[in-house]
């Protein structure tokens, strides 16, 4: 038997239809913005120069290895401390640790969870950088080879950004103790 929806069932189920079909709408205005407004620069700067080693703005050298790799070195320098202080944490709030501070630890942890990149990226920022600054870790040693700090200082400050990068996937391994 097909039951009969109500006018608030209808006017719910358009609202979800409209903000569904919005949403779409709206991220495919964006790529088409995007597209736009960065093929130009495509014809102006070959991808050759684009895919080089070097990034020098200033005598248009755009190339985008230097940061890629940089990106990478340092997500991969925030996995190697987050996935295991994640597992450990998971472990201790569901077999080791009291039931008080499994009820702490929680909720905090999920709140953590729920914060957005950019404000964990923020306090990263703030307590990390700050931290680093006043214990001088963040400069380069002049002993290491030249060739670690390149144009693009791939490697010369890395030891600020991982820290920074720990808090945002720091709550997956964690979470999933339940």
């Known amino acids: 038997m097909k039951r009969t929806l109500s006018w608030n069932e209808i006017l719910v189920t358009g609202l979800v ?79 080791i640790g009291p039931r008080w501070a499994r009820e702490f630890l929680k909720p905090l942890i999920e709140l953590l969870a729920g914060l957005p990149s950019v404000v964990l990226g923020f306090l990263g920022v703030v307590v990390f950088t700050s931290l680093f600054a006043a214990l001088s870790i963040s400069r380069p040693v002049s002993r290491l080879s030249p060739a670690l700090y390149s144009s693009a200082g791939l490697l010369s400050r890395l030891s600020s950004p991982s820290p920074k990068m720990l808090l945002t996937p720091f709550p997956v391994p964690t979470g999933m103790e339940r």
Do not use: N
Request: no cysteine; glycine share 8%; aromatic share 14%.
């Open 17 to 95: 239809k409209v903000s569904g079909y919005s949403a779409i709408v709206f991220v495919g205005m964006i790529l088409y913005f995007l597209l736009r407004e960065s093929l130009p620069s495509f014809r102006e700067v070959p991808l050759s120069v684009i895919f080089s080693d070097r990034w020098y703005p200033i005598e248009d050298y755009f190339g985008i290895l230097p940061l890629l790799g940089g990106s990478l070195i340092v997500t991969l320098g925030a996995m190697i401390i987050a996935v295991p202080v994640g597992i450990t944490t998971a472990i201790y709030i569901s077999e």
